[in-house]
């Protein structure tokens, strides 16, 4: 402000402004008038030179005539009247807590009365103050007080009236602030539910007593104010009382909408205590089936123990059963050579007798010719002789040909003799050369897998292990020894033991890799599996070495593992342009060596909890793929036959002509076997690139590029064209695939390598599903004793609650994946057909097809389904 009021004229006996309650008020805060401050300090200026004359003329002012109550009055000087500042600079603390100022008594003033008296005063020389001169000087003292008056009226009510409006405004704004940020935390602790009650309970407390609050403010306002019709008719207080209104019921609002909002979440609080109760009673049951299942645990432990007892013996059994075969062989074909012979003299004796007979004819026609002679003339003498004639000639030729008769059969007799002899010499080499048959193939394996063990670990060379394998795939007696009297020694002396076996004898079997995703009973999910170990087997009965190379999964049943063990090797593989390096573990599955392959890739491909449905199978089967071509070609194996199977291991047949035949894994040809030609393993061509293969090369109709989109790759087609021979379940499914509904577009692939292409039905492993041995039924049968079959249905029908009142009653299983592919709308027609004409059906099975449904219809006959979720591969 450019003006400050900051002096009054303050007479002799002057008492001041009196206030009732001065002393519960703070300081009054000096307004700034710009223009009229002005005009009063000029006002102000020309009363002072006024005055100033008047003392001059009149040097001393009698004050005898002032009140007792002047000692507390502002005294002027002897010198004349003088003019005192009264200035208030105090500053509050807040205008939001100032109240009011003290109205200020008229009737207290006394400042004219003061004045009159005073100038009415005798100044000791008997001169008194003209009339003019104290009526102007009064009128201008009035027209000030009233001008004073006026202004601190104003400035009071302003500074009322803005203290309140700010007051009201701060405290709405710090009450909508508390109330957003107890939303703020009302919403972040809606998330956990056992809070949520405590908090809501708070904030109505909380939100009453602002209501109380409020209730209280309103009155006391009123009465510290000033008039309320005063304060009405000021704009000011009109508007801040139509926003204190709004904000109060925008306040009101907000506390019906919370409240509504806590019922909510009492009644969501409600709800999750119920499911808190059923989760609960979902742990009880939880438990009482987790000591279940370590119950079954326990047992199934014991039988797999008594399975391993009986496995060995089993083996024991299977080679004497080999043995057998052999020599019953032998006997029919000693057999066949004695029926050849036998049949040869049989001949003879019946040409033998045939002349007999022939000669008592002869003789007979001799004595007719004898007893003819005085009968007959020479004529027909002559003709008799003739016919005697040539009956000696055929005499003579039957002779000849029974001579010849009894020198093959002597011959015969000879070369059986001969026959007999070379294979009795035979039986005895055999018998020196003969397996050991008293270890079982867990023995071999473990073997097998210590030499690969040593050569990965560069302790001895290929050629060694070649002939150290050579000797364990004849099951030598010499190795045998070697392997069991080196137990108790260290490392370095079991390989110098090894190496004095080592020779240049070759084995006429072959060296059989399988590369695969599954394997029976470890990592399961459909028949893949089971070929994998039932032909690893088979073939290994048939002396052929056998090897399966499986990722190392996080769900497989290690349990069924025997003597896993990581390597003391670590294989670098080649994946999206650099390398990865990958932890090799060996054990023993059935009986057969395999290979886990571990990668150490960031992705952790192998470490997803399941087998397969990952989003990125494709580059995990594809790094796979590389990774075990890699771990032969560092490990110096030299195998005859690789095996992939299905499209996760389709990638091995480009992968081996394209990259690893120029390094030096040259030795193999590569079988392909497709289970199933609906997975093909179809991916955009840029995720070929991440193995290392050559996009622009592969992506060609003639070799990997998909039939159906030219922008996708074909991991089948890529194991078809590069594979030296495919094959798949049976030849009547080799035949359905060569066509367009059953290829799904590899018909035409098919089709151009039919040379290769053939079907071989599957068969099933003798071990594992002879009803005689098989641990899994209840009561155990064959062909002579069917009685356990019979009960292992009546078991069967009382596990699944069925009915069994006619033991006749046919009961029919089928076990399958329920897909399209399988026909299921025959199966379904099946178990209406079985229903009605009186049998029952069992049907155990698993769809990843999600409309595929499957409902129990029957009065009084039974239908049982057992359906399981295509992720319990265990069931």
């Not at 005798?122 to 001169?127: E, F, K, L, P, V």
């Not at 580059?619 to 690789?642: C, H, M, N, T, V």
């Not at 577009?745 to 292409?757: D, E, M, P, V, Y």
Request: some cysteine.
């Amino acid at each position: 402000m450019a003006g400050t009021l900051s002096m009054l004229m303050m007479p002799r006996g002057f008492h001041g402004f009196t206030c009732n309650k001065l002393e519960a008020r703070r300081p009054i805060a000096l307004l700034r008038f710009p223009t009229f401050c002005r005009t009063r300090k000029n006002l102000g200026s020309q009363r002072r030179k006024r005055l100033k004359k008047i003392s001059m003329k009149q040097p001393s002012l009698n004050m005898k005539s002032s009140s007792p109550s002047d000692d507390n009055a502002l005294n002027a000087p002897k010198g004349g009247i003088s003019s005192s500042p009264v200035i208030s600079s105090a500053k509050p603390d807040s205008l939001s807590s100032m109240q009011g100022v003290e109205k200020v008594d008229t009737q207290d003033l006394t400042l004219t009365k003061d004045v009159r008296n005073y100038l009415m005063e005798d100044d000791g020389s008997g001169q008194q103050l003209s009339n003019l001169q104290l009526e102007d000087l009064i009128e201008m003292i009035r027209n000030a007080e009233q001008n004073i008056l006026l202004l601190n009226q104003a400035r009071v009510r302003a500074l009322e009236d803005l203290d309140k409006i700010l007051s009201e405004k701060e405290a709405l704004q710090g009450e909508i602030n508390l109330l957003e940020m107890r939303l703020a935390e009302t919403d972040a602790r809606l998330k956990v539910a056992t809070q949520e009650k405590i908090n809501v309970e708070l904030l109505e407390d909380q939100l009453e007593k602002l209501k109380k609050e409020m209730a209280e403010r309103g009155p006391s306002s009123t009465e510290d104010g000033q008039d309320p019709s005063e304060s009405q008719n000021n704009p000011l207080n009109r508007q801040s009382l139509a926003s204190h209104c709004s904000d109060f019921s925008s306040l009101n609002e907000e506390v019906t909408a919370l409240k509504e909002e806590n019922k909510l979440l009492k009644n969501d609080i409600e709800v999750l205590n119920a499911k808190l109760a059923e989760i609960d009673k979902t742990d009880e049951k939880i438990l009482a089936v987790v000591k279940e299942r370590s119950v079954l645990e326990y047992s199934l432990a014991e039988l797999e123990s008594k399975l391993v007892i009986a496995q060995e013996s089993i083996s024991e059994l299977a080679s004497m059963k080999v043995e057998f075969k052999t020599l019953r062989g032998n006997v029919e074909h000693l057999q066949a050579l004695l029926e050849k012979p036998s049949e040869q003299a049989n001949h003879a004796l019946n040409v033998v007798q045939q002349n007999q007979e022939l000669q008592k004819k002869v003789d007979n026609l001799e004595a007719y010719l004898d007893e003819a002679k005085a009968f007959n003339s020479l004529s027909e003498q002559q003709l008799l002789q003739q016919q005697v004639k040539m009956l000696e000639q055929r005499l003579l030729q039957s002779d000849q040909e029974i001579q010849s008769q009894v020198q093959l059969y002597q011959d015969s007799i000879n070369e059986f003799q001969v026959t007999l002899r070379r294979l009795k010499d035979e039986n005895k080499e055999r018998q020196v050369e003969a397996p050991v048959v008293d270890m079982p193939w867990e023995f071999w394996s473990r073997l097998l897998l210590v030499i690969d063990g040593w050569l990965l670990e560069k302790k001895i060379s290929p050629n060694d292990a070649k002939l150290l394998r050579v000797m364990a795939w004849k099951r030598d007696a010499r190795i045998r020894e070697t392997f069991l009297t080196c137990k108790d020694k260290n490392e370095s002396e079991a390989v110098a033991s090894f190496l004095k076996l080592t020779s240049s004898r070759t084995s006429q079997g072959l060296y059989v890799i399988h590369i695969a995703a599954e394997m029976a009973p470890v990592a399961k999910v459909g028949g893949l599996g089971d070929v994998v170990s039932g032909l690893g087997k088979a073939l290994q009965r048939k002396q052929h070495l056998v090897e399966v190379i499986l990722p190392k999964y996080d769900c497989m049943q290690y349990d069924r593992i025997q003597s896993l063990k990581a390597l003391d090797v670590v294989v670098q593989s080649y994946f999206d342009g650099q390398l990865f390096k990958n932890k090799v573990w060996s054990g023993i599955i059935e009986g057969l060596p395999v290979y886990f392959i571990e990668p150490l890739h960031p992705a952790k491909f192998f470490w997803r909890g399941q087998f397969y449905g990952e989003h990125d199978d494709f580059k995990r089967f594809s790094y796979f793929s590389r990774a075990a071509l890699e771990f032969l070609l560092q490990a110096g194996k030299k195998p005859d036959i690789i095996h992939c199977h299905d499209w996760q291991t389709a990638f091995v047949a480009p992968l081996y002509w394209d990259i690893y035949t120029p390094k030096g894994l040259n030795s193999a040809r590569i079988a392909f076997t497709c289970h199933n030609f609906e997975y093909q393993g179809t991916t955009p061509t840029s995720e070929l690139t991440s193995c290392g293969l050559d996009v622009h090369q592969l992506n060609r109709p003639d070799r990997m590029q998909d039939n159906l989109s030219q922008h996708l790759v074909n991991s089948v087609k890529g194991g078809i064209v590069f594979s030296n021979i495919v094959t798949t379940v049976s030849p009547t499914y080799a035949q359905e695939v060569r066509t367009p509904e059953g290829g799904r577009g590899l018909h035409i692939t098919l089709n151009a390598h039919s040379r290769k292409f053939f079907g071989i039905l599957n068969g099933i492993d003798n071990e594992a599903w002879d009803p005689a041995r098989d641990a899994f039924l209840r009561f155990q049968y064959n062909a002579n004793d069917l009685h356990g079959k019979a009960e292992n249905k009546d078991a069967l029908r009382k596990q699944l609650k069925l009915s069994s009142i006619d033991a006749n009653m046919p009961l029919v299983g089928c076990i399958t994946r329920l897909v399209p592919q399988k026909g299921v709308h025959l199966i379904r027609h099946a178990i209406y057909r079985t229903l009605e004409l009186g049998g029952q059906f069992l049907l155990l099975g698993s769809s990843p097809v999600p409309n595929i449904e499957l409902n129990a219809i029957g009065a009084d006959l039974t239908l049982a389904m057992v359906a399981t979720h295509p992720s319990q591969s265990d069931v």
